[in-house]
């Protein structure tokens, strides 16, 4: 997960307005009233690391509103994230990540849990976080970094995952989603249900993967067990002779010319596939959407393998710990799981940690839509207004429980990421 | 101020003089000191770091201060093994030399032809400004925005495909224009010639146009005036252009990676996927590599050129 939506951007003008206004508004307060304007002194302000996903301006506004609390995106890709966390430990305070990276950002000491008791919402989270399965009780696939073997430390300041449920939580869950192929039905004209299909060579030349190495290797991982070549002990964590194997067989379908492309950026993904320069590719829900809401027919296809999953959630910096900003910190992390926000990325067609409070923000209609896979009422609008479906339109893959239900992998780091590294350099160069 | 103390006066004790002549040597190092300090502190000591770290040991998540060469041999790992076949370093610098070369002619024959157009066909200073400044139009986006505007043009879909097929020359849309080295190498040559043209046609705009007319005059042809006057006179703009295409070239991974389609390799693409990694010391093991490769290139152009004795 990249640069998955838009960057936030502010604009000089609006900059600008903002200046003016808030120049007017102390010499306002400086005539007129003799009482200093205490809000504005005491403003409370969070630096928040992440990557685009979850950084609307629409929540960081909603939360101003709500909480006093103004918070500052500092926007970089996955990798960035990672990389600042282990060498700039001061330079945020509260840090939105993948539960993928625990298995780096932990050990280096530079990440703060937080306490399960302070989150109001805890015992709400989904059971995927907690324990690996749906609400109704059903188990999900596991391989992979999957939440809930990191979800949980054996102390404050210890640096071991703990297998059983401690009050010392790494990441507060936020959001989350399963990732599968979108495919273009428009182009390919027959149906399609396997992860095998792309390497068919049916495709070749039209097909492309997500540029992170570790990310691309499972989606290949996907196709080599859909053909029946071979079967992972665990695709989220191979062995040498495993990489090997399906770098293999990446690399045959890259020298005959299946990839168009690999797409590192939300945008690039978008254009790939709606210029028709691929029409089968790993892709993020609303990306799909968004060529959809362009008049291109794009599938969000389930596959009968499963999903490849992806989750992340709130910790903050080690700096953070002890001083006021801790308090603010769990302020907004309890906002953020109050519904608002859970209903926000649910209308963009991720998920939302605590089902119930975005729940009771959201419509019936659109939560029909979004999370019991039913046909919408009326049309479905965007978070910003913009028309995404039309009434009568079910979700790609049906339900919550259809989706997150047929997960099989999540989003990894691998204990042979060195080595990994190395092969998909090798890879590039073949 | 230097001529006052340098001149020399009568009657001065040797002393005096001596004095004098270290106040003029500390005035001339406190004149080069401000620039020695910015050089020293943002090319010097990063360098020597990323030396000394591209010799330490690492782990999933931090760099450990221990010696290893694990950097470089997993760098050249197998290139042994794999004889005759090329190993994976082997290729991919190859495959950037190739790109290099290329860029360069190509960057090299246009930037000339430009800046000779600047120089000798265009009267007015000002419209010597205006049409150089044209120059950087292809700065004035941002790299994903100028691979998302290549698709229409170059794509399957797009412009060029469609007037081939309009025109009855194909009858298939064409794949090698967009995401191979044929987009690669336009893309570089369309963003980097700028770096050519200006200097060549600073060399140029010096050539004393009295030496065009003494040549014209001794009966010389156009292309004899131009292989005998204005090219060698050229030289140390074609070498400055060189060296800027060339370097910016050898460590691009952002402008391959978009018209590559992220799937042709490059010395620069090698140390991005191992700094994602957070594998910091085997990309600085890569960057010293390339540092070296690219000094080797440039050392020999410079013995081509003497660019401090021409300028």
Redesign the interface.
């Known amino acids: 997960m990249t640069d998955r939506s838009k960057t936030t951007t502010i604009s000089r003008r609006s900059l600008l307005k903002g200046a003016a206004g808030a120049a007017s508004l102390a010499a306002g307060s400086g005539t007129l009233l003799s009482a200093p304007y205490v809000h504005a002194a005491d403003a409370k302000v969070l630096r928040y690391l992440g990557t685009a996903v979850n950084e609307g301006d629409e929540i960081s506004k909603k939360c101003l509103a709500d909480t006093g609390i103004k918070i500052e995106y500092i926007t970089a890709t996955t990798?960035d994230v990672?990389?600042r966390v282990?060498t700039q430990p001061n330079s945020f305070d509260v840090l939105d990540t993948e539960y993928f990276s625990l298995?780096?950002?932990v050990?280096?000491g530079n990440i703060f849990p937080l306490d399960a008791k302070k989150i109001k919402e805890f015992d709400n989270i989904t059971p995927v976080f907690t324990k690996g399965e749906l609400p109704n009780g059903k188990k999900i696939g596991g391989q992979g970094t999957a939440p809930w073997k990191v979800l949980y430390l054996d102390g404050a300041n210890s640096k071991t995952f703990s297998a059983t449920p401690t009050e010392y939580i790494t990441l507060i869950p936020t959001v989350y989603n399963a990732d599968t192929l979108g495919i273009r039905p428009d182009l390919i004209k027959r149906p399609i249900s396997s992860w095998a299909e792309l390497l068919n060579p049916e495709f070749k030349?039209k097909a492309s993967i997500l540029?992170?190495?570790s990310i691309g290797i499972m989606d290949a991982a996907m196709v080599v067990e859909a053909t029946g070549q071979y079967k992972y002990a665990d695709k989220g964590n191979m062995t040498k002779a495993e990489i090997d194997l399906t770098m293999k067989t990446l690399t045959e379908a890259?020298k005959a010319g299946q990839?168009?492309?690999?797409?590192?950026?939300f945008?690039?993904s978008v254009?790939?596939m709606a210029?028709?320069?691929t029409v089968i590719q790993s892709m993020w829900s609303p990306a799909v959407t968004k060529v959809r809401s362009m008049g291109i027919a794009c599938t969000f296809q389930p596959l009968k393998e499963g999903y490849r999953s992806w989750a992340s959630g709130f910790c903050v910096s080690k700096a953070v710990a002890g001083g006021p900003k801790l308090d603010w910190a769990y302020e907004f992390v309890n906002w953020y799981l109050s519904g608002w926000a859970g209903a926000y990325l649910n209308r963009q067609g991720y998920y939302s940690a605590v089902l119930s409070t975005a729940k009771a923000n959201m419509t019936a209609d659109e939560w029909g839509y979004w999370m019991e896979g039913k046909p919408a009422a009326s049309d479905i609008k965007a978070p910003d207004g913009t028309l995404l479906e039309k009434a009568g339109a079910v979700r790609d893959g049906g339900s919550y429980d259809d989706r997150m239900g047929a997960v099989a992998c999540w989003n990894a780091?691998m204990d042979e990421?060195?080595y990994m590294?190395?092969k998909?350099?090798?890879f590039?160069?073949? | 101020m230097a001529v006052t103390i340098d001149s020399p006066q009568d009657g001065v004790a040797p002393t005096e003089r001596k004095l004098r002549k270290t106040a003029a040597r500390s005035i001339a190092w406190l004149q080069a000191g401000p620039m020695m300090l910015v050089f020293a502190l943002f090319f010097l000591a990063p360098l020597v770091l990323v030396i000394v770290v591209s010799a330490w040991d690492y782990n999933e998540y931090e760099m450990i201060p221990a010696f290893s060469w694990r950097g470089y041999t997993d760098t050249f790992e197998g290139c042994i093994a794999a004889l005759p076949d090329l190993c994976t370093i082997l290729k991919t610098y190859l495959k950037t030399l190739k790109l290099c070369l290329l860029t360069w002619s190509l960057t090299l024959l246009i930037g000339f032809w430009v800046a000779y157009f600047l120089a000798f066909h265009v009267r007015s200073k000002t419209w010597q400004i205006v049409l150089s400044l044209l120059c950087t139009i292809p700065f004035w986006t941002s790299n994903v925005i100028r691979m998302i505007a290549w698709i229409p043009l170059l794509g399957r879909n797009g412009l060029v495909n469609q007037g081939l097929i309009g025109a009855g020359f194909i009858d298939q849309p064409v794949e090698w224009l967009l995401f191979s080295e044929f987009s690669v190498v336009l893309a570089l040559v369309h963003l980097f010639t700028f770096f050519m043209v200006v200097p060549i046609f600073n060399s140029m705009i010096r050539i004393d146009k009295r030496l065009i007319e003494a040549a014209y005059d001794a009966g010389a042809s156009g292309w004899q005036t131009l292989t005998n006057v204005v090219i060698p006179l050229s030289k140390p703009g074609i070498v400055i252009g060189s060296i800027f295409v060339i370097t910016i070239v050898m460590g691009d991974f952002v402008t391959i990676g978009v018209m590559g389609g992220q799937q042709i390799a490059s010395a620069g693409k090698i140390i991005e996927s191992r700094l994602s990694a957070l594998q910091f010391p085997a990309a600085a093991a890569n960057a010293v590599i390339l540092l070296g490769v690219t000094i080797l290139i440039i050392s020999a152009l410079t013995r081509i050129v003497d660019v401090r004795k021409e300028l």
């Open positions: 990798d990672t990389k282990i298995k780096k950002l050990p280096s030349g540029n992170i190495p890259k990839f168009r492309a690999f797409w590192k950026d945008n690039e254009n790939l210029s028709g320069e780091v990421n060195d590294v190395r998909w350099n090798e590039i160069a073949a």
